[in-house]
């Protein structure tokens, strides 16, 4: 089995910051891509940002936010500077993850809310 814990979500004024991070655990034998996605109240999912080696940021978070991974830790980051209103939501990782069964899919955690007041 495959787990992926999020955590660092929380309530910030505009203007300020948060860290959020995610760890994959279980039986992996290999990550390919990892993900932050964000959904907000009545609306649909959105992808922010990726990281493949190369990294993939939507244009809303460019500048304002940074996607790292630590790739001995199987955890993936989400620097998020700048914050806005808009950027409320529920935050979700997801990671393309080869198990060591040889068995590909994505996963994702459970979600981790953001707040950001004005």
């Known amino acids: 089995q495959v787990q992926l814990v999020e955590s660092g979500g929380g309530l910030v004024q505009a203007g300020g910051s948060l860290r959020l991070s995610c760890a994959a655990s279980g039986s992996i034998r290999s990550i390919n891509a990892m993900a932050w996605y964000r959904q907000a109240p009545g609306k649909q999912r959105e992808l922010v940002a990726a990281n493949s080696g190369s990294t993939y940021y939507t244009d809303s978070v460019k500048g304002r936010f940074t996607i790292s991974r630590d790739n001995a830790k199987n955890t993936v980051y989400l620097q998020m500077n700048s914050l806005k209103p808009e950027d409320t939501a529920a935050y979700y990782c997801?990671?393309?993850?080869?198990?060591?069964?040889?068995?590909?899919?994505?996963?994702w955690g459970q979600g981790t809310q953001v707040t950001v007041s004005s």
């Open positions: 997801n990671a393309d993850i080869v198990t060591r069964i040889g068995f590909r899919s994505g996963f």
